[in-house]
Nanobody
Framework: QVQLVESGGGLVQTGGSLRLSCAAS????????MGWFRQAPGKEREFVAA????????YYVDSVKGRFTISRDNAKNTVYLQMNSLKPEDTAVYYC?????????????????WGQGTQVTVSS
């Protein structure tokens, strides 16, 4: 299990952009598919996007499809989430974690320990 550190969140107006980063420790980082999750106040943490270990395949929930792009740089042990055309409903704390697979039943967190997350606030 690796340590995960999210960064890049902040305050942005509707329609703006942010690029989130998830830095992970461990030589085995590249062995895992990775995902982004988010949690809004009063709501459960939810899955947002995932990427395979090689970066060859990605998946996004419908609410962010076409606006968010997940990518990874295994040499830097880092996963990114480029968020464009942000909406107030995107406001949440964003977390990363390994996932079992990009496929439907695999979009669940694999590591028990979560990072601090990074706050994204989109004003209207």
């Amino acid at each position: 299990q690796v340590q995960l550190v999210e960064s890049g969140g902040g305050l942005v107006q509707t329609g703006g952009s942010l690029r989130l980063s998830c830095a992970a420790s461990g030589r085995t980082f590249s062995n895992y598919a990775m995902g982004w999750f988010r949690q809004a106040p009063g709501k459960e943490r939810e899955f947002v996007a995932a990427i395979t270990w090689s970066g060859g395949s990605t998946y996004y929930v419908d609410s962010v499809k076409g606006r968010f792009t997940i990518s990874r740089d295994n040499a830097k042990n880092t996963v990114y989430l480029q968020m464009n055309s942000l909406k107030p409903e995107d406001t949440a704390v964003y977390y990363c974690n390994a996932v079992m697979a990009v496929a439907q039943e695999g979009r669940k967190p694999l590591f028990r320990s979560w990072g601090q997350g990074t706050q994204v606030t989109v004003s209207s």
